[in-house]
Each structure stands twice: as structure tokens, then as C-alpha cells.
């Protein structure tokens, strides 16, 4: 069983004009993973993301109306 700590951030998603910044309460467990984060169906409806892990692509859209985009790594992947 995996005990964490709570711990409530402001996080933002993508860079310059795509960014997103939202507040996000993270658990924070000491355990070895490939992930830096992993995010649930929660927070991926408060950043109104959609994602696809055919395309490893998440489409957001800024606070400036336009659509921000994060790309996986396919050779990380």
C-alpha cells in the first residue's frame, strides 16, 4: 500500500503562448515509476484537455483562445 502526502501546487502545461497554468492536488509517493506525473479524468476535464495515446497528444485550450499541445517523446516512450 502506497501512503502519500498531499500537496496542493499551481501547475502549468505547455510554454509561452500555449501555456496553461491550473491548481492541482498532487500525492506524493516515494516509489520508482516511468511517470513524472500521472494525471486522472479529473484534472484532465478541469485543464479541458483531450487526449490521444494514438497520436501521443494532449490538446488543451489557453486562456487566450488558441490550443496548446503536448507531445510525447516516442524514442522516451
Known sequence: MLVGTLVEARTTFGERDEAKTIRIRYMVVNTHSSYNILLGRPIINKLGAVVSSVHMRMKYPTDRGTMGTI?????TA
Open 71 to 75: 507531445k510525447v517523446d516516442q524514442r
